[in-house]
């Protein structure tokens, strides 16, 4: 497979353990954000959004807290499996404004048994 | 399966050459993106079209020019290519404003 971002920071967690993969992002004005998952060989996946009006967003298994004070995202999957290895990226923008999604650099999540 | 069909898969070629990269996107969907995805750069937005027209402008180099025709689909022309131009480069489309849906991504190596 591909891959991605060699130079990134990586995350190994336990299968079954929990996982906090955490983002700074950039923009105050950004009012959009988006986890995505890039798994080795495809394209990025989007996993969940979070709107600047809430701080807390839970889909299936993943959660996204977030920050504005400090500019900080953070994505939690609970009971991590193998399938969850990959790069996992967070995006922000202004609402509407897709084209302007800037990607932060991404953290490695690696799943061990 | 994400719906949005990238081609080719791998591409290599010689510096100084020029290549096309093809992206149909998801059904219904009117506007394409391009990304390009190099281990220090991270995802690079390039450039977007929305129904035919130029919606807006990344970082594209002037070597680098695109074009989405009638039908939606759109290619990347890339020329004059350098080594540092290797890379994955990812079409993307969406109805606004929705989620992008990325392709598979081309992977060009220059030699």
């Known amino acids: ?21 955490n983002c700074a992002y950039s923009n105050s004005a950004s009012d959009y954000f988006i986890w995505y ?13 979070i709107r600047s009006n809430m701080d807390k967003r839970q ?16 994505l939690q999957i609970a009971a991590t499996q193998p399938g969850d290895s990959a790069v996992y990226f967070c995006a922000e ?8 999604l800037t990607f932060g650099t991404g953290t490695r999540l690696q799943v061990t048994l | 399966d994400s719906g949005v ?3 080719p898969k791998h591409l290599i070629t ?39 027209e130029e919606r807006a402008k ?22 004059s290519l350098e080594l540092g131009d290797s890379a994955l480069y990812f079409c993307a489309s969406s109805v ?8 598979e991504g081309s992977r060009l190596t220059v030699l």
């Open chain 2, 96 to 103: 606004p404003p929705g989620e992008l849906f990325f392709g």
């Open chain 2, 5 to 7: 069909t990238q081609t």
């Open chain 1, 59 to 74: 889909g299936q298994r993943v959660t996204v807290l977030l920050n504005k004070t400090v500019k900080h995202l953070s």
């Open chain 2, 58 to 79: 990344g970082n594209i180099l002037e070597r680098f020019s695109a074009q989405q025709f009638p039908d939606l689909h759109s290619e990347l022309n890339l020329s």
């Open chain 1, 1 to 21: 497979g591909e891959s991605v971002g060699l130079h990134l920071p990586t995350l190994s967690v336990q299968e079954g353990d929990n996982s906090i993969i």
């Open chain 2, 14 to 52: 010689a510096t100084g050459q020029r290549v096309t990269l093809r992206c149909s996107p998801r059904s219904g969907d009117l506007s394409v993106y391009w990304y390009q995805q190099s281990l220090d750069q991270g995802l690079q937005f390039l450039i977007q079209y929305y129904n035919g």
């Open chain 1, 93 to 100: 923008t202004l609402t509407g404004t897709a084209s302007k």
């Open chain 1, 37 to 49: 998952k890039q798994e080795s060989g495809k394209g990025p996946q989007f996993i969940i959004d």
